[in-house]
């Protein structure tokens, strides 16, 4: 149980972080980028559209992590899901440069996350 501490506290903080970071994001860039400006319902209903690609990568992230873990050693799954979370984390960062609202590039950032 000690040997795989690190992914479960690595996992619940990914967990915890997903929507604190992405909602805001998203709300921030669609308030920022639209013109005219979007009111609060309309920005609420595409950030939470975004999210449907968070579950989407969560459950696609269970099945492949679940294969990864069977097959593979321990180690390799951590490095796996740290590979994930790293391009993630750099996803969200260009997502942030790019600075424009799309819903396909907002579900592609959500997916990964959620990977």
């Known amino acids: 149980m000690l040997f795989v501490e690190p ?3 690595q996992t619940a903080i990914g967990n915890a972080v997903n929507a604190s970071v992405l909602v805001p994001l998203m709300s921030l860039i669609i308030k920022e980028t639209k013109e005219p400006a979007w009111d609060s319902d309309k920005t ?8 449907v690609g968070l579950g989407i990568g969560e459950v696609a992230g ?3 992590f679940g294969k990864i873990e069977d097959n593979y050693s321990g180690k ?8 994930m979370t790293s391009l993630s984390c750099l996803l969200c960062i260009l997502y942030t440069l790019h600075f424009e609202f ?6 592609l950032l959500c997916a990964f996350w959620g990977l």
């Not at 799309?102 to 579900?107: C, D, G």
């Open 102 to 107: 799309s819903l396909w590039l907002s579900a």
């Open 44 to 51: 609420n209903h595409y950030c939470l559209l975004a999210l």
């Open 7 to 9: 992914l479960i506290v």
């Open 76 to 83: 390799t799954s951590t490095c796996f899901c740290l590979l």
């Open 62 to 64: 269970a099945l492949v």
